[in-house]
């Protein structure tokens, strides 16, 4: 018979024998996984400085905590840190790995410099709401250069001029320049840029910064308690429902880039959600700045180490059935860099408000304890930090100066919303996922390597076959509110043009507000 200490020596033995051939740097850090009766335990180690980068652990177990932060994006996890440094108990839980939503996919600028903003705020909100924007993301680049200064993170933070530019007039160039500087913020008006082509004019924004989001996120992530592939289901009061489990907790932050609770609060009557293509090119030259088009529909140019990311083509989630951006992206790199040779490609997904600012703050005025961070508008990098400081002072009792401007309230529904939306979020109760039967015969007009909504029985069928000729079919009706899904060519994907959802070829969920699949597995 074997003894319990035998073993447990053999086991230690076994243990010293692999670290004496595997050992962490904060390059090439070393990944342990621990599994217990209950539990998975990940830790990502450097052992040449004894740090744990980054741990994360399954739930399987009901728990408390003082604050749970639903969302383990740039934002959950910042507004976590900032707790965290505070001494509150803080739980973060994400329906999928760390960081591995929107945060992994950011072209990563850090700047106060938002489109043509400032002179809009100014003439429809006043100029002490107006400021209270500029000064909060004036102090959000800042906060990122003092943590990573003092964490000594290395992130490839590089400070850079931030640019708007345009190709036909200048008048409205000119007013944010004007705007700008009034409120506070160094800005200037130049005639040239360093791009390939000519424009009429741009602002420049000085001080502004680009970095690497996932490493510098490997790094404040070290002490928090983060549980990956836990999704909420449902939030009541003081409590999270999760399918692995359910946690109390005295507060509760909704920071899943779309808010995944319908009501109250009905975001998704206020927000929707655009989808924007990248590419990233070799051979391609420094152009020592951050760019972007005053046009919607214009080119977006920043470098990251050798690289250059043109990114092009914004357009509403789900209005992408025939595709085509990534080639549109192809051939603007060839005209603007013959020389250039695609090294990466992906896409990106941005919640857009109302009034083009974020919604930070209650939840709604019938949740005390509910706190949302959503409508980044496409710059989730300050406002993530902005989401941070405000949520982390509220739940802190502390004052803050600019949470004014970013308050859900401004636009509340819940009192008066009527029936319209009560009906659509009692159709999402009432959605039930199942496995879908439909004659071959009835989608043999679509070919392989496309999708096609077919109508049988009196429901419309999504059908993908795959090169091979494999049939793959789903509900096209989103689980979120009953919307139809439209297909995406580029990627392959069901997504949802009312509100953004998202779900792969085979029915699988990929992203907020839906929270269940399209097909029972």
Not at 1 to 16: P, S
Not at 359 to 374: D, F, M
Not at 478 to 506: I, M, V
Request: aromatic share 8%; charged share 25%.
């Amino acid at each position: 018979m074997v003894k319990k200490t035998d073993r447990k020596m053999e086991r230690t033995r076994r243990h010293l024998r692999v670290r004496r051939k595997i050992s962490g740097t904060s390059e090439r850090p070393r990944l342990c996984v621990y599994r217990s009766n209950t539990n998975l335990y990940v830790q990502i180690i450097d052992d040449v400085a004894g740090n744990t980068l980054v741990s994360c652990s399954t739930l399987d177990k009901d728990i408390k905590t003082d604050t749970i932060i639903i969302g383990a994006g740039m934002a959950g996890i910042l507004i976590g840190y900032m707790l965290k440094q505070n001494g509150i108990d803080v739980i973060l839980i994400d329906a999928a790995e760390m960081a591995s939503g929107n945060t992994k996919n950011t072209t990563a600028k850090i700047t106060s410099q938002h489109d043509l903003i400032y002179d809009k705020l100014i003439s429809e909100f006043g100029e002490k709401k107006a400021r209270q924007y500029a000064n909060a993301n004036e102090l959000a680049i800042k906060k990122y250069k003092e943590i990573i200064k003092e964490r000594k993170i290395e992130c490839e933070f590089e400070e850079k001029s931030a640019y708007v530019y345009s190709l036909n007039e200048v008048d409205n160039i000119k007013k944010e320049v004007e705007a700008a500087n009034k409120l506070g913020i160094s800005a200037e008006f130049v005639e040239s840029i360093n791009l390939p082509f000519e424009i009429k004019g741009a602002i420049k924004f000085n001080n502004q910064a680009q970095f690497n989001p996932l490493k510098f996120l490997k790094d404040i992530s070290n002490d928090l308690v983060i549980y990956e592939n836990t999704r909420a289901l449902e939030i009541k009061e003081n409590l999270v429902i999760t399918n692995r489990g359910n946690i109390t907790a005295n507060n509760i932050v909704v920071a899943t880039h779309y808010p995944i609770m319908n009501a109250p609060g009905y975001y998704f009557m206020k927000m929707h959600q655009e989808r924007s293509y990248v590419i990233a090119l070799e051979n391609a030259e420094n152009i020592n700045g951050m760019y972007i088009d005053v046009e919607k529909n214009g080119c977006s140019f920043r470098n990251y180490k050798d690289l250059l990311l043109l990114g092009a083509i914004d357009q509403r989630t789900g209005e992408n059935e025939k595709g085509g951006c990534y080639d549109k992206l192809r051939k603007i790199a060839k005209d603007l860099y013959p020389n250039s040779k695609e090294k990466y490609h992906w896409s990106a997904q941005d919640c857009m408000t109302i009034d083009k600012i974020p919604y930070i703050g209650k939840y709604s005025e019938q949740t005390p304890n509910v706190y949302v961070a959503t409508g980044f508008n496409k710059w989730g990098m300050t406002s993530s930090m902005v989401s941070a400081m405000i949520i982390s002072d509220m739940i802190l009792d502390k004052e803050n100066d600019f949470s004014e401007i970013f308050s859900p309230k401004r636009f509340d529904l819940s009192l008066s919303i009527g029936n319209i939306a009560n009906d659509m979020i009692e159709t999402a109760k009432n959605f039930i996922a199942q496995k879908i039967y439909i004659p071959s015969s009835k989608i043999e007009h679509i070919k392989n390597g496309h999708a096609g909504i077919v109508e049988y029985n009196g429901d419309k069928i999504g059908v993908y076959k795959n090169n091979d000729g494999k049939e793959f079919i789903v509900s096209t009706k989103c689980p979120h509110l009953g919307c139809q899904l439209g297909w995406n060519a580029d990627e392959l994907t069901w997504d949802c043009p009312c509100h953004g959802s998202r779900f792969d070829y085979k029915g699988r969920l990929i992203g907020s507000p839906a929270t269940k699949d399209l097909i029972d597995n």
